[in-house]
């Protein structure tokens, strides 16, 4: 991978000329329809009892036909536009491109309604759910965006909401439980195993057998059992979508050299990697360096599907543990996996350490308070951009996830 | 190819049709390996006294399909070290009455699918084998999936349990049936294993449905609680798998005789039963 290809400036301009050359790679194989098993390479599946097995099915058979159903889509659309604020912006980041002699744009998802790109895929499930007949949403939550976002979609469009939380998180992340419960929905603290997401996420599934016809599961990110991964990725590609348009008109080149995203469940870097994928850019994934199944993980089954999983050597899963709750998942979706092993994009990690300064540094040069999860991608750029591994001038695309107001009590701590 | 199929009945499903042959109904109790120190001394007291089969739970840190009791018992297992290795060590070991292996009752091994293939699909099923185990069922790896642990259980020569839930499809009940070996396993309800006051009134309907498909042994497994649910659900049932009612009384403290005497009661009221109106 040549993250230097094209010429670029000595001086890194914020705003190239716009272009016409977006630089095609002949490959559009991948990050399509993974077909009726759900198949990334080799990874994926569904991985559930057969109890749940008429539930996949008819979740896939309606999603479907939804995709291909042009009402749906542009509800969708309108939908994003005018409650969730589509399309977010993209920021030429000035002062910190001259700082770290790079081209540093942001894909705003910050700027979303409810301050992260979980609304996307919450949205388009809320809208399959109704239209599925379901009255009521279950939700796993860690950190408590997924889990406000799907409060959030429920009281628009009036579905009861039930949010499984590990009881560890309920307590780290008690504004969320506020915020969800304040929007109507009812939070279910999970007390088994770790009492954190991997649990939540258990419980959830567990949940789901019981009520499968009354109830809709309102996956979080590119997970779970087909047709999960396969769905979250499309609802999040828009994401990806609009920053392809975006960059066109504003880099001369018409795509970045490097797109870089957070990766926990890696709903964010699946929206913006499809965007990409057909391009020669370079293209990143940053775990958690406490949490980074594509980095420690092993092939592994967990929630339904087959992925990089962080478990011992007798097949037990270890729990994540890194500064930021919504990157404290011990898998990774699979499609991220297949193109980890394809090698079309690299994954790599950044320490808490990191991220606050990525944190702090974003803060004071642009004004802009990034989610802990968001600061990820960013700590590796700064590192990348401090080491060569990016090329001076280089021109790279981050998408800032969500926006940090959520963490601001556990940075004055971690800060103090 | 190196799979052949299962020619003659194993180990489970001789056991079972013996029964079966007799007028009566089975009892597989479960009891997840590693509990307690002394969690080989449960399988034997099941052994004798009256189990037509054991299921042994191995441990799983994430297990999607079970209620609070089971999920306890493997966490109180994995809190106290167990490892695969070991567990199948000590069913294994030999020595006269003193291993769950040599008492003559098949043993089946109850995991999950990761547990599976972080060992290797083949490499696992051939330590079941020589552990002594017979019969294996993994609850989260469903038809569509079922492939690579079909081939590599039938070359141990393991008998792989399918289950079949209330909203299974018929299509799927009739190929689940065709591939399943020992029994096939019919889950009382929509949920997950647990104590339950009442017995689904989808017992009735799941098991006729499998009925269609295969003369195989079909048993009823979650939620079974009490000696009268055991009975009740055998009227259509071969019998049942009672699981959460024994690992709760062990995770209360119940000993290996305390548990004896709980099997025992099973086995007398399917016992006490008088079938031949049945069915
Ligand atoms: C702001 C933000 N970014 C990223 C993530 C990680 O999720 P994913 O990897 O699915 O984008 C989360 C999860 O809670 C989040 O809140």
Known sequence: MNSSSGPSPAVPAPIEQPGTSTLLTADRSVMTDPGALGRFGGFGGRYVPEALIPACEELEAAYREARADPSFQSELTQTLQVYAGRPTPVTPAARLSQELGINLLLKREDLAHTGSHKINNVIGQALLARRMGKQRLLAETGAGQHGVATATAGALLGLDVTVYMGEVDTQRQQLNVFRMELLGATVVPVTSGSRTLKDACSEALRQWVSQVDEAYYCLGSVMGPHPY???????????????????????????????????????????????????????????????????????????????????????????????????????????????????????????????????????????????????????????????????????????????????????????? | MTSPVLSAPGAVQQSLLRRRAAGGKSLVPFVTAGITPDWTAYVRACAEHGADAIEIGLPFSDPMLDGPVIQAASGQALARGARIADLLEEIGASGPGAAPGSTGVPLIVMTYSNIVRRHGDEAFCHALAAAGIGGLIVPDTPLDEIEPLLAASRAAGLELILLVAPSTKPHRVSRIAELSSGFVYAVSNMGVTGVRDAVSDTVQRTVDGVRQHTSLPVLVGFGISSPAQAVEVSRHADGVVVASALMRDVLAGASPADLAATVSSFRTALDGTDWSAAR
């Open chain 1, 229 to 416: 991964p396969w769905m979250v990725r499309e609802f999040q590609s828009v994401i990806g979508s609009e920053a392809r348009g975006q960059c066109a008109g504003l880099l001369r080149r018409g795509v970045p050299d490097v797109v870089v995203a957070c990766v926990g469940g890696g709903s964010n870097a699946a929206g913006t990697f499809a965007g990409f994928v057909d391009t020669s850019a370079r293209m990143v994934g940053v775990e958690a360096a406490g949490g980074a199944a594509m980095t420690d993980g092993s092939p592994g089954i967990l929630h339904g599907f087959y992925s990089q999983v962080l478990q011992d050597d007798d097949g037990q899963v270890r729990e994540a543990h890194s500064i930021s709750a919504g990157l404290d998942y011990p898998g990774v979706g699979p499609e991220h996996a297949s193109l980890g092993s394809s090698g079309r994009v690299e994954y790599t990690t950044a320490t808490d350490e990191q991220v606050l300064e990525a944190v702090v540094l974003l803060a004071r040069s642009e004004g802009i308070l990034a989610a802990l999860e968001s600061a990820h991608a960013l700590a590796w750029i700064i590192q990348a951009a401090r080491s060569g591994d990016l090329a001076a001038g280089s021109t790279v695309l981050m998408t800032l996830s969500g926006r940090g107001d959520k963490d601001a009590s556990q940075l004055m701590g971690l800060l103090a």
